[in-house]
């Protein structure tokens, strides 16, 4: 006879590998439970106990996913007398492949935990009965009934709200975060398993647990019994769930644990069993972004019901009429009368949202979803809805949120479809962290925080006098991406010209705008990606800006697009660079002149004024220093007291001198010593082997072959200054490369080892490479686009070094775990690069890149 261990294993692997292909998640999670709940009471036997077993969390709600936690309370009146029963009863659940996780509770835990822990609290309303004593069972659930007095119940609501708050600043607070956890990020489970807590402790009732169904099922069931919700909007809901649902279920099955991070590799795999191969993982995945939203707007809307009834209600006598359609009481509009709405007055609606710093009650806002859900083409007048969405524009704040929930239930959409078009659009494997509608949505409320900075921005934001333009220019920046992401500036320009044509804008006002989304990307790629200090840049970027004011306008809409990326894509370093492209661009449009002869003002140097720096150095060695580097970023780029340190170096006449600094949240390592061809590979490889982050290098050469290499680095795994007791390990280390006695090759390969429990963490994109070569006046620059790896910039300036490549400069841009890296170069003559040698350079480069990956 089957003993109950390999009954259990026998029916869960049954389980397992039927469901492991199919999508009824619910039908999965329900059958499971049951599983369980069969195999415990099989356990149990007939032995009578004086306390109650019942199942809590997921299992209670039937909604068990294949690795979540078999949660068991065990109640009892007094646990004095029991222990030993309730050890053994959890020990033969376990020695048969039962790996329940128990609590043991008594009747004094319920004040106890009702102020101490609501996390604790809450899994008390949700339990099921499973064996024992059914009647301490039922005096157990009175009594958490019966402690919930009026106040309680208000200050239970409000902590669960919060709850909301806390649960989103961890997770995610969009219900469009690319990698989101399926369970805690907004638009999640817990967002509707949050809402039945507050249906219970709002109804002091629990949620019927007889039906053999599932908790939402049963839910839902008394939502749409209780007209909270529509018949259509109980099934979108539910859909909605059970589509998250199969989700985390699939993640288990598929890692074999418990997960709920949805990232990049796991869509991918879940996606084809719901039919989407890779190239259309993009479809997928809005379908789960719609799900995903629509919990979080009915989360939402339950969120404000809850607060209005905890807030006491202002008499209809203080509200504020509006127009013949809305009125204003306190901060809720609501709409007078039942009429019908056309698009022309729901965007009145959000113009007084906005201006008021308003929202919605529930009806009209139930009523704009239902209005949005129910039409795919929905009709509007031109003139009148283009004028409301020009007001909203034009608003003195709030423009960013009213965008935002515009956009969240549907009238965005509606109003632009192209704009449509980019809800739940993302681009698999590269770094931004939100949906392109959500990216937008962010920029635009990033841009508008500006207003209470004192900051250069700030001040910038503050005296522009287009914003309604730069509004524009962020809103349809990304607009041609569904399109094509290779280009979708150049379409997106055509398609704010078409759209702000229909939308009664002037020719100057859409020549403005397009001239924003055709060069949202110069001003980053430039400052992030080129010499600064070179010429040719400023004089290829100015050359594209026709007035102060487009500069403005551009680079606030670059600083709002990068921001709005992931939060650690705006760093101080980008900033600064940002920044320095502005301040010498617009020097050069205020007194119309060419980059050189900006450089050239700025970098006459008085010997004295950096020999005071030091009692060592005389004017004459200064003179002969900066005559020596034929190269006028280098005034710029150092300051007179760095400067006098270098000449206080290099008179030393020692091998190597190594400078350390703090500098603007990053750590700046400066290197002299004499010039040889794999110098800087082996400073990357030092660097790299102590675990340093290089984000930027700058190599200036003296004319008898002294460097002086700067960088920018942070801690690889910290990413912030690195600690100076790890100052002189990396000395010593550079030394014994310069000098050949430093295994480097081996020491680089070494790290694969020392890091791979935490290499595919950090480094999970698995991008395109791409090698391309760029005109230059003096040098050739090659750009590198590749995903990041540990030692990637050894590998590949190594590589550089045996092509006979020379490296004059280099900016290395690190896009989350992609690396955007530019090299100034020149070949073995020490001239520019033959086209002729591209392919074999480009080939060899992406080979050596190949290895690492």
């Given at each position: 006879?089957?003993?109950?261990?390999?009954?259990?294993?026998?029916?869960?692997?049954?389980?397992?590998?039927?469901?492991?292909?199919?999508?009824?998640?619910?039908?999965?999670?329900?059958?499971?439970?049951?599983?369980?709940?069969?195999?415990?009471?099989?356990?149990?036997?007939?032995?009578?106990?004086?306390?109650?077993?019942?199942?809590?969390?997921?299992?209670?709600?039937?909604?068990?996913?294949?690795?979540?936690?078999?949660?068991?309370?065990?109640?009892?009146?007094?646990?004095?007398?029991?222990?030993?029963?309730?050890?053994?009863?959890?020990?033969?659940?376990?020695?048969?492949?039962?790996?329940?996780?128990?609590?043991?509770?008594?009747?004094?835990?319920?004040p106890k935990y009702l102020f101490d822990d609501l996390h604790t609290f809450t899994q008390f309303f949700e339990t099921r009965y499973l064996l024992?004593?059914?009647?301490?069972?039922?005096?157990?659930?009175?009594?958490?009934?019966?402690?919930?007095?009026?106040?309680?119940?208000?200050?239970?609501?409000?902590?669960?709200?919060?709850?909301?708050?806390?649960?989103?600043?961890?997770?995610?607070?969009?219900?469009?975060?690319?990698?989101?956890?399926?369970?805690?990020?907004?638009?999640?489970?817990?967002?509707?398993?949050?809402?039945?807590?507050?249906?219970?402790?709002?109804?002091?009732?629990?949620?019927?647990?007889?039906?053999?169904?599932?908790?939402?099922?049963?839910?839902?069931?008394?939502?749409?019994?209780?007209?909270?919700?529509?018949?259509?909007?109980?099934?979108?809901?539910?859909?909605?769930?059970?589509?998250?649902?199969?989700?985390?279920?699939?993640?288990?099955?598929?890692?074999?644990?418990?997960?709920?991070?949805?990232?990049?590799?796991?869509?991918?795999?879940?996606?084809?069993?719901?039919?989407?191969?890779?190239?259309?993982?993009?479809?997928?995945?809005?379908?789960?972004?719609?799900?995903?939203?629509?919990?979080?707007?009915?989360?939402?809307?339950?969120?404000?019901?809850?607060?209005?009834?905890?807030?006491?209600?202002?008499?209809?006598?203080?509200?504020?009429?509006?127009?013949?359609?809305?009125?204003?009481?306190?901060?809720?509009?609501?709409?007078?009368?039942?009429?019908?709405?056309?698009?022309?007055?729901?965007?009145?609606?959000?113009?007084?949202?906005?201006?008021?710093?308003?929202?919605?009650?529930?009806?009209?806002?139930?009523?704009?979803?239902?209005?949005?859900?129910?039409?795919?083409?929905?009709?509007?007048?031109?003139?009148?809805?283009?004028?409301?969405?020009?007001?909203?524009?034009?608003?003195?704040?709030?423009?960013?949120?009213?965008?935002?929930?515009?956009?969240?239930?549907?009238?965005?959409?509606?109003?632009?479809?192209?704009?449509?078009?980019?809800?739940?659009?993302?681009?698999?494997?590269?770094?931004?962290?939100?949906?392109?509608?959500?990216?937008?949505?962010?920029?635009?409320?990033?841009?508008?925080?500006?207003?209470?900075?004192?900051?250069?921005?700030?001040?910038?934001?503050?005296?522009?006098?287009?914003?309604?333009?730069?509004?524009?220019?962020?809103?349809?920046?990304?607009?041609?991406?569904?399109?094509?992401?290779?280009?979708?500036?150049?379409?997106?320009?055509?398609?704010?010209?078409?759209?702000?044509?229909?939308?009664?804008?002037?020719?100057?006002?859409?020549?403005?705008?397009?001239?924003?989304?055709?060069?949202?990307?110069?001003?980053?790629?430039?400052?992030?990606?080129?010499?600064?200090?070179?010429?040719?840049?400023?004089?290829?970027?100015?050359?594209?800006?026709?007035?102060?004011?487009?500069?403005?306008?551009?680079?606030?809409?670059?600083?709002?697009?990068?921001?709005?990326?992931?939060?650690?894509?705006?760093?101080?370093?980008?900033?600064?660079?940002?920044?320095?492209?502005?301040?010498?661009?617009?020097?050069?449009?205020?007194?119309?002149?060419?980059?050189?002869?900006?450089?050239?003002?700025?970098?006459?140097?008085?010997?004295?004024?950096?020999?005071?720096?030091?009692?060592?150095?005389?004017?004459?060695?200064?003179?002969?220093?900066?005559?020596?580097?034929?190269?006028?970023?280098?005034?710029?780029?150092?300051?007179?007291?760095?400067?006098?340190?270098?000449?206080?170096?290099?008179?030393?006449?020692?091998?190597?001198?190594?400078?350390?600094?703090?500098?603007?949240?990053?750590?700046?390592?400066?290197?002299?010593?004499?010039?040889?061809?794999?110098?800087?590979?082996?400073?990357?490889g030092v660097l790299a082997i102590n675990d340093v982050n290089i984000h930027d290098a700058k190599i200036f050469t003296r004319k008898e072959g002294?460097?002086?290499?700067?960088?920018?680095?942070?801690?690889?795994?910290?990413?912030?200054?690195?600690?100076e007791e790890r100052f002189k390990i990396i000395e010593i280390d550079l030394d014994r490369a310069v000098n050949g006695i430093l295994p480097l090759?081996?020491?680089?390969?070494?790290?694969?080892?020392?890091?791979?429990?935490?290499?595919?963490?950090?480094?999970?994109?698995?991008?395109?490479?791409?090698?391309?070569?760029?005109?230059?006046?003096?040098?050739?620059?090659?750009?590198?686009?590749?995903?990041?790896?540990?030692?990637?910039?050894?590998?590949?300036?190594?590589?550089?070094?045996?092509?006979?490549?020379?490296?004059?400069?280099?900016?290395?841009?690190?896009?989350?775990?992609?690396?955007?890296?530019?090299?100034?170069?020149?070949?073995?003559?020490?001239?520019?690069?033959?086209?002729?040698?591209?392919?074999?350079?480009?080939?060899?480069?992406?080979?050596?890149?190949?290895?690492?990956?």
């Amino acid at each position: 006879m089957i003993n109950i261990k390999e009954k259990f294993f026998t029916k869960q692997e049954e389980l397992f590998s039927k469901h492991g292909k199919q999508i009824d998640s619910l039908n999965f999670s329900k059958e499971y439970s049951f599983l369980i709940e069969e195999i415990i009471r099989e356990i149990a036997g007939q032995n009578k106990y004086n306390f109650v077993v019942a199942s809590s969390g997921s299992f209670s709600r039937r909604e068990l996913s294949p690795y979540s936690d078999i949660d068991l309370i065990f109640i009892a009146e007094s646990v004095s007398g029991n222990e030993k029963k309730i050890a053994d009863l959890v020990k033969t659940f376990w020695d048969n492949g039962l790996e329940v996780s128990h609590t043991v509770r008594n009747f004094t835990d319920i004040p106890k935990y009702l102020f101490d822990d609501l996390h604790t609290f809450t899994q008390f309303f949700e339990t099921r009965y499973l064996l024992g004593l059914e009647k301490i069972y039922n005096k157990w659930n009175e009594a958490l009934l019966k402690i919930i007095t009026d106040d309680i119940r208000i200050d239970l609501i409000k902590r669960v709200i919060d709850e909301f708050s806390e649960r989103y600043k961890k997770h995610g607070d969009s219900p469009k975060v690319l990698e989101p956890n399926v369970k805690l990020s907004a638009g999640g489970l817990r967002d509707l398993q949050a809402v039945e807590w507050m249906h219970i402790f709002r109804n002091k009732a629990l949620l019927n647990k007889q039906e053999e169904t599932t908790q939402i099922e049963a839910f839902i069931k008394i939502l749409r019994e209780q007209s909270t919700v529509s018949s259509e909007e109980a099934m979108r809901l539910l859909g909605s769930y059970k589509l998250l649902l199969t989700v985390r279920n699939l993640l288990h099955l598929n890692s074999k644990q418990r997960t709920d991070r949805f990232e990049f590799s796991d869509q991918i795999r879940i996606a084809k069993i719901f039919g989407f191969d890779e190239e259309h993982l993009a479809d997928f995945m809005k379908i789960y972004f719609r799900a995903a939203i629509a919990i979080n707007r009915f989360s939402k809307t339950m969120i404000k019901q809850y607060n209005d009834e905890i807030l006491a209600t202002l008499p209809d006598s203080l509200a504020i009429v509006l127009d013949d359609d809305f009125e204003l009481k306190g901060k809720i509009i609501s709409q007078r009368n039942n009429s019908e709405l056309t698009l022309s007055d729901i965007l009145r609606a959000y113009y007084y949202r906005g201006l008021y710093t308003a929202r919605f009650d529930k009806t009209l806002r139930s009523y704009i979803i239902e209005k949005m859900e129910g039409s795919d083409d929905f009709s509007w007048h031109e003139g009148e809805s283009s004028v409301f969405f020009r007001e909203i524009l034009k608003l003195p704040k709030n423009v960013g949120a009213t965008l935002a929930s515009m956009n969240e239930l549907g009238v965005l959409g509606a109003l632009i479809p192209e704009f449509k078009d980019l809800n739940g659009f993302l681009q698999h494997g590269v770094y931004h962290c939100y949906t392109a509608d959500e990216h937008t949505i962010v920029a635009i409320q990033n841009i508008e925080n500006l207003a209470n900075q004192s900051s250069q921005l700030g001040r910038i934001f503050y005296r522009a006098s287009e914003k309604e333009m730069l509004f524009l220019g962020l809103m349809f920046h990304d607009i041609a991406k569904p399109i094509n992401i290779s280009g979708h500036e150049i379409i997106g320009a055509e398609m704010a010209s078409s759209i702000m044509n229909k939308l009664g804008y002037s020719e100057t006002e859409i020549d403005l705008v397009s001239f924003l989304v055709k060069n949202h990307l110069v001003m980053e790629q430039t400052a992030f990606r080129r010499n600064l200090n070179d010429p040719e840049t400023l004089n290829n970027f100015s050359s594209l800006i026709n007035s102060i004011e487009d500069l403005e306008l551009l680079y606030l809409l670059t600083y709002a697009d990068l921001s709005a990326v992931n939060p650690a894509v705006w760093t101080n370093w980008k900033s600064e660079l940002l920044s320095e492209l502005y301040r010498k661009t617009r020097a050069m449009l205020e007194d119309k002149i060419s980059g050189e002869e900006l450089l050239h003002s700025s970098t006459y140097i008085i010997p004295k004024e950096i020999s005071k720096h030091s009692k060592k150095i005389s004017d004459a060695h200064v003179k002969d220093h900066i005559e020596s580097i034929d190269d006028v970023a280098y005034s710029h780029n150092f300051s007179p007291e760095e400067i006098a340190i270098h000449v206080e170096e290099i008179n030393k006449g020692n091998s190597l001198s190594v400078v350390f600094k703090e500098l603007n949240g990053f750590t700046n390592i400066t290197v002299i010593t004499k010039d040889f061809p794999s110098l800087l590979s082996k400073i990357c490889g030092v660097l790299a082997i102590n675990d340093v982050n290089i984000h930027d290098a700058k190599i200036f050469t003296r004319k008898e072959g002294i460097v002086i290499d700067t960088f920018n680095v942070t801690d690889f795994r910290t990413q912030i200054k690195i600690d100076e007791e790890r100052f002189k390990i990396i000395e010593i280390d550079l030394d014994r490369a310069v000098n050949g006695i430093l295994p480097l090759g081996k020491e680089v390969a070494s790290l694969k080892s020392k890091w791979w429990r935490i290499e595919s963490k950090i480094f999970k994109k698995t991008g395109q490479i791409k090698v391309a070569f760029e005109h230059h006046e003096k040098y050739t620059i090659i750009d590198v686009h590749s995903p990041d790896r540990l030692g990637f910039l050894y590998h590949v300036t190594t590589k550089m070094n045996e092509l006979g490549l020379n490296i004059y400069f280099a900016k290395i841009a690190t896009q989350g775990d992609l690396i955007v890296d530019a090299f100034y170069v020149l070949g073995r003559n020490n001239k520019k690069i033959s086209p002729n040698d591209y392919e074999f350079i480009k080939s060899e480069l992406t080979e050596a890149i190949i290895k690492i990956l």
